[in-house]
């Protein structure tokens, strides 16, 4: 049921996403990481409680994660075989929440700095 819901709300973000561009969204690590928490311990999507920029925040978290996750060798991360998008977003919030005086940056390139850290290529 978890999986069908993150599936749904991300295709759902992705699908949507044209009118998420067209409102100012910062693209700092800080805006992101809320929604990173969340998928990182499994929040469920059905929670009423839960506004519509808190599952845009969760989706596109989980988007760019599990697209960069799986881009590999192009950008020096080689994910073992059978990892999980959820252990890629658990590295990722692990590595953003160690380091609070980047929060500022742009959230896309610490994501994919953090998986060359957690999955990097052996040469």
Known sequence: MRLSSLITATLGVILNYGVAVAQPAPLSADYWMPGCRDVAKLIHFSNEEDSKE????????????????????????CAPDGATSQQAVRAVVQYIDGQPRRLDEDFRGLVLEALQAAWPCKK
């Open 54 to 77: 808190d599952l845009l925040k969760m989706g596109f978290c989980e988007g760019i994660i599990s697209g960069l996750s799986y881009t590999g060798i192009s950008f020096g991360l």
